[in-house]
């Protein structure tokens, strides 16, 4: 129903900025929440931020004041602006979307996933 497919990825020394961008294809509807999750090598998916159908945003504190949210409804897309990144951002990103309005902390709370995309801070 819903295809996810996230780009923007890449190499970025610390303090450095990258976008990342999330595309919906398919059946898609305005009011399912959205977000971003990451998941480094060893490490479980973890709660990035994520957009409710109204447009209202909710950081992990890790990333608070960083990273900024933002959805495109007629565009079918939503973009993840990174900055001052640390080298503990490093992992794939992945965005996801809800059935449901709200967001979710939860992984398992979303039903459709992005292939995901690697981003990678150096020292």
């Known amino acids: 129903q819903v295809q996810l497919v996230e780009s923007g990825g890449g190499l970025v020394q610390a303090g450095g900025s990258l976008r990342l961008s999330c595309a919906a294809s398919?059946?898609?509807?305005?009011?399912?929440?959205m977000g971003w999750f990451r998941q480094a090598p060893g490490k479980e998916r973890e709660f990035v931020v994520g957009?409710?159908?109204?447009?209202?945003?909710y950081y992990a504190d890790s990333v608070k004041g960083r990273f900024t949210i933002s959805r495109d409804n007629a565009k079918n897309t939503m973009y993840l602006q990174m900055d001052s990144l640390k080298p503990e951002d490093t992992a794939v990103y992945y965005c996801?979307?809800?059935?449901?309005?709200?967001?979710?902390?939860?992984?398992?709370?979303?039903?459709?996933w992005g292939q995901g995309t690697q981003v990678t801070v150096s020292s």
């Open positions: 996801a979307a809800r059935v449901y309005s709200t967001v979710s902390y939860q992984p398992e709370a979303y039903r459709y």
């Open positions: 957009i409710h159908w109204n447009d209202s945003k």
């Open positions: 398919g059946r898609t509807f305005s009011n399912n929440a």
